[in-house]
């Protein structure tokens, strides 16, 4: 009971916790945050389907580069990119004639389907909103270049009828650190940072994000990487259990 009331209690200037809000990636999921070490076959059979002589080698290369492109700009700006702007960027580099809508997003379609092999489940993470949707309003914040991508996981979880907002950066136009798009989920749940808590993985994005929007955050490290206080430290999902029963 300590342990949920340090969690969720009364700290001074918070009110009674009455929101939650989560990011995705690293967080309800576990996922390989590289854009090229899963493989894609099938991508690379696209492209040489529609006159790229681009082996798979400097396929992978190439691929990487424009995405480092345009995260760099991304980390500076907090302007979001789509992965439609990284696949039309990309195949207007590399096709020997402008792609039609068609092979466009089929191409990204592809992509996003081998890229999905690195996402993997959290078997605890399912009861666990459960079980705190029953007692807190719920929201998602995430980083994401898909909102469809996000959105078809959290149906696969079957969880996606726990969150009463889901913001993706890709849709909002923001990313996180930025303030706004933490204050746009509680917004949309009518929620306010004094009494809302974030959960996440990243430290930059996350844990500074969620400090800049006055909301505490408790941040996933189990390596102890980063100098935060021990009480915003959690190990696993799991430690969250706490405040369903408190």
């Known amino acids: 009971m300590a342990e949920a009331q340090s969690l969720g209690g009364r700290e001074q200037g918070r009110g009674e916790l009455t929101h939650v809000l989560f990011d995705f990636f690293g967080t309800l999921v576990r996922y390989s945050p590289s854009w090229t070490e899963q493989g894609y076959p099938r991508a690379h059979a696209i492209l040489k389907r529609a006159g790229s002589r681009l082996s798979y080698e400097a396929f992978i290369v190439q691929w990487d580069a424009i995405f480092s492109d345009l995260e760099a700009r991304a980390e500076a700006s907090l302007e979001e990119y ?12 590399i096709l020997p004639a402008p792609p039609s809508i068609e092979l466009r997003g089929e191409f990204c379609d592809t992509y996003l389907a081998e890229w999905n092999k690195g996402v993997q489940y959290i ?21 994401t270049h898909s909102a469809g991508f996000v959105r078809a996981h959290l149906e696969q979880l079957e969880v996606a009828q726990y969150f009463t907002s889901v913001v993706t950066s890709v849709e ?29 993985d990243s430290f930059v994005a996350d844990y500074q994000g969620a400090a800049r929007a006055e909301l505490r955050c408790l941040l996933i490290d189990p390596e102890q990487r980063h100098a935060i206080a021990p009480c915003d430290r959690l ?12």
């Open 82 to 93: 789509s992965m439609d702007q990284v696949c039309e960027t990309f195949l207007a580099e």
């Open 123 to 143: 078997p605890e993470v399912g009861p666990l909103l459960r079980d705190l949707a029953q007692r807190f309003t719920l929201a998602l914040v995430t980083n």
């Open 235 to 246: 190990h696993h999902i799991r430690e969250l259990a706490p405040l369903s029963r408190a």
């Open 172 to 200: 909002h136009g923001r990313r996180k650190p930025s303030p706004c798009i933490f204050l746009e989920a509680l917004r949309q749940s009518s929620g306010v940072p004094r009494s809302a808590l974030y959960v996440g």
